[in-house]
C-alpha cells in the first residue's frame, strides 16, 4: 500500500466542508435563501419530486421566496408541500406564483438555530478528523511496509495535520458567519 496521496485527503475533506455548508443553508435564519427549500419533496405525477425538479426557486426580497410552478395543475401541491415541510412557512399562492414570507424569528429560536449550526459544525469536524485518521493511518501502513522512511512519514503526517488544520478554521469561520447571521435581528 502506497502513502495516501494528499490530494486525496484533501477532496475529502472539501467534500466533507460543502456538506456542512449545505446543511448550514437549509437552516432558516431571518433572511430568505433558496436553499431553505431544499428538502422539500412535492406529490407530482404520481410521485414524490424535489420542489426544484417542478418549479423555480428565487429570492426577489431579502424576507421573501418566490416559487414560480411550471406547471399550473401543481400549484396546490406545491403549497401543501411548502406548508407540510415542517419548516413553519404559510405560502400564498397568485396564480402560478408561490410567495413564501419569512416571519420574524423569535430570540429563544434563534438560540436554537445556533445550537443546531453548532451541531452540524461538530459532525464537519469529525468528518474532517476522520480522513486525518485515514491519512495517518495510511502512513503508518506504507512506513511498516517499507514504502516510505520514518522521515517521510514524519514530514507526511506534518502535512495531512496542516491540511486538517486548515480545513478546521474554515470550518469555525463558516460556522462565526451563519450564528451571525442567525443571530442579527
Not at 486525496?8 to 427549500?37: H, I, P, Q, V, Y
Not at 506534518?158 to 443571530?183: F, G, P, S, Y
Request: glycine share 6%; net charge positive.
Amino acid at each position: 500500500m502506497a502513502a495516501p496521496d494528499l490530494s486525496d485527503l484533501k477532496r475529502r475533506m472539501e467534500g466533507a466542508l460543502e456538506s456542512f455548508r449545505k446543511e448550514l443553508g437549509g437552516l432558516r435564519t431571518g433572511r430568505a435563501s433558496s436553499n431553505l427549500l431544499e428538502p422539500v419533496m412535492v406529490e407530482a405525477y404520481g410521485s414524490r419530486m424535489h420542489l426544484r425538479e417542478v418549479a423555480t426557486v428565487s429570492v426577489p426580497e431579502p424576507r421573501l421566496i418566490s416559487v414560480q410552478v411550471w406547471d399550473r395543475g401543481m400549484t396546490k401541491a406545491v403549497e401543501k408541500a411548502i406548508r407540510d415541510s415542517g419548516l413553519g412557512l404559510n405560502p400564498q399562492a397568485e396564480g402560478q406564483v408561490i410567495r413564501v414570507p419569512l416571519p420574524d424569528l423569535t430570540q429563544e429560536r434563534r438560540a436554537e438555530l445556533a445550537k443546531v449550526a453548532h451541531k452540524y459544525a461538530e459532525q464537519c469536524r469529525i468528518a474532517v478528523r476522520n480522513i486525518r485518521r485515514d491519512g495517518m493511518d495510511g502512513l503508518k501502513k506504507a512506513e511498516k511496509a517499507s514504502e516510505i522512511t520514518q522521515d517521510e512519514h514524519k514530514v507526511q503526517a506534518d502535512r495531512v495535520q496542516v491540511l486538517t488544520d486548515q480545513h478546521i478554521k474554515l470550518v469555525d469561520d463558516t460556522l462565526a458567519q451563519k450564528e451571525k447571521e442567525i443571530m442579527q435581528v
